[in-house]
């Protein structure tokens, strides 16, 4: 095998390990907060907690790992990970609950902006979509044994999904310890650029909105601000609506993450190389608005299934295919600043996103995905407007 795609192989099953200790909690998380005696606007508190430290230190992950190299990043997310996730199978009350989540966003966001950087390094211009939907793909199968196998353990305790997910995030460790090379040789590496620990500099990102990447990072922001109207609040819609349990939100859950996998994985290097990141993005995002929308017609599980799947599969391309433009405009300001500065974006849509949909959750529980169509159709009107084509691959053609 290559050694290249042997390198991809290694960070996909070690993102797989680790998303699916991050989808063991997605289903727990109403059931704790029903459990604290709270509601939507709780738990858009604690959604964001986890988003806000994500927002403030992605940029620090991202730089440090252009200067150190992606695998000690590496190493520090998934540990930082473990360690939150132990204090939060700990908790007793809501605010221990959202300072755990707090800590496991400020170390475990080290690992996915590394982990985009790195198949940036390994990657050619014309696979890089493909690599970069590979990486989806992982996070898409993480949620596909993840949230199924968190249902059930949550049956018998709500916090054993927690230390679960502590466990698999230490193999993960093991398996870039002993399996993964490092991907930035030291003479590539900016070894005199930055001074000290950076956090996110707001006038730096201002200034980034003007850059080649600009549209793109505002499209990171939409396009998390409108998905999280849907993930930050699912579980509360479906025990609010449906009145169903750990086991059902988490089989739902478990369908979202095979569609999700299916499409980033199978679909996405073959559609960028088709047509270009930019129609697919565009596609993308008209299809999300519309499955907001007729997720509100269901009724019974097969419907929700049926809607939520429709919603998904418009959905499950846009953020591998933004990351992919992103990637391949970041020039000099370098792969892993330019995914640090991707995933702060999508972190600021995190925070603002949980936010707002608990508080209008609590006004009515239809409300989040009235809102999200909306913010995706201005992601939409975004994308016509400003997004060119310019820089997506464009594939040879015979003569």
């Known amino acids: 095998m290559d050694s290249n795609k042997k390198n991809i192989l290694i960070l996909f099953l070690t993102l797989v390990i680790v ?46 790992s252009d200067r150190y190299g992606r ?20 908790s007793t009350e809501l605010w221990m609950l959202i300072a755990s989540r707090a800590l496991a966003g400020i170390l475990s966001s080290a690992t996915l902006p590394t982990a ?11 696979d890089r979509g493909g690599g970069m939907g590979m990486m989806g ?43 993964l090379p490092e991907s930035l040789l030291p003479e590539k590496r900016k070894h005199g650029e930055g001074r000290g620990f950076r956090g996110p500099q707001l006038k730096e ?5 003007f850059s080649p990447i600009g549209i793109l990072l505002l499209l990171a922001f939409l396009l998390s601000f409108g998905m999280t109207n849907f993930e930050s609040i699912f579980g509360l819609y479906a025990v609010e609506k449906f009145a169903y349990g750990p086991k059902d939100v988490g089989t739902i859950l478990t369908v979202i993450g095979i569609l999700s996998a299916v ?38 599980y097969t419907t929700v299934l049926l809607t939520v799947g429709l919603f998904i599969i418009s959905v499950a391309m846009l953020r591998p295919s933004v990351s992919s433009l992103t990637s391949r405009r970041a020039g000099e300001i370098g792969q892993g600043t330019a995914m640090g500065l991707n995933n702060s974006f999508m972190s600021l849509g995190r925070i603002v996103g949980p936010l707002w949909a608990g508080a209008i959750f609590d006004f009515h529980i239809y409300m989040p995905y009235i809102s999200g169509a909306v913010i995706m159709l201005v992601g939409f009107a975004v994308s016509m407007i400003w997004l060119s084509p310019e820089n997506d691959y464009q594939p040879k053609r015979s003569k």
């Not at 289903?27 to 927002?55: C, R, T």
């Not at 073959?270 to 993308?284: C, D, H, M, N």
Request: proline content about 4%; hydrophobic content about 60%.
């Open 19 to 64: 998303m699916m200790g991050f989808g063991m909690i997605i289903p727990i998380l109403p059931f704790y907060i029903k459990e604290f005696g709270a509601s939507g606007s709780a738990m858009g508190v604690l959604m964001a907690a986890y988003a806000v430290m994500q927002f403030l230190f992605s940029p620090v992950w991202g730089s440090l």
């Open 71 to 90: 695998k000690p990043l590496l190493l520090l997310g998934l540990a930082g990970n473990a360690f939150a996730m132990v204090l939060s199978g700990l």
């Open 116 to 126: 985009m950087a790195f198949v940036g390094d390994s990657t050619s211009e014309k």
């Open 137 to 179: 793909a992982a996070m898409g199968v993480g949620m596909v044994l993840g949230p199924g196998l968190g249902g059930w353990l949550a049956e018998g305790s709500l916090s054993m999904p927690f230390f679960i997910a502590a466990a698999l995030s230490v193999l993960a460790m093991l398996g870039i310890i002993f399996f």
């Open 205 to 209: 990102m201002w200034q980034a909105l």
């Open 263 to 300: 499409m980033q994985g199978g679909l996405t290097g073959p559609l960028t190389k088709r047509w270009g990141e930019t129609v697919v993005i565009r596609a993308s995002l008209l299809g999300s608005a519309v499955g907001f929308l007729v997720m509100l017609a269901a009724f019974n």
